[in-house]
């Protein structure tokens, strides 16, 4: 049974490893394996990205950055999206990421975001159907009046009450200011593949550069683990 045949049936992603999923062959096999779109980074000094892991959770820079300091937090085992999370891991990993966010602080005040698809074809704007929420060092700039130019959002307290989208089949955004606000939004509409990394770049006066596939930006990836250094590793 496929991811989204679990789904279907049960209401609830089943975690473990999907083949054709390119983040799961870089934790199974490492950032080199040739189903890893990380491999375009890997150097005999750098043969993974990988800033913090645990048996649950990895924390890795992204390719293509809005900025320097621009890093995602993971689940290990193959989720389509923080709403298909168990309660207890969705708590640990929002926890991970507000350590994440003061760790890049430094950098500018940090964002949180994530697209939660629910299918292969109802993305809400994803690319990747791996469950990776964004932080992002973005200053002063804040996303949401950009996003609500498409979306309607209501406010939520925590990336646990994400599980209802899932409940309802409901593709989402979930975008967390820098003041520490956290929105919610039901994607009915169609939306552009990556829209808020677009939105982001944008934002910051980048309205090219904003396809992490086409341009990885290896420049800023290696800045940004050379900046962010976990010492309990």
Known sequence: MTVEETVAATGCATAGYDANCSFCAEFERGAADSRSAARSLVTPSRPERVIWSDDDLVVVPTLGPVAKGHVMVLTREHYLSYAHVPRGLAERAEALAETVCRRISGLGTPIMFEHGPMSEGATGGACTDHAHLHCVPMGEVDLKAGIDERLTGRRISSLVELAD???????????RSGSGVSWLYDVDVDLPCQFLRRLANAALGDHEE????????????????????????
């Open 165 to 175: 989208q899932r409940r309802r089949r409901q593709p989402y955004i979930y975008y």
């Open 210 to 233: 904003w396809d992490w596939l086409t341009f990885p930006k290896l420049d800023l990836v290696y800045a940004t683990l050379d900046e962010i250094s976990w010492s309990d590793k």
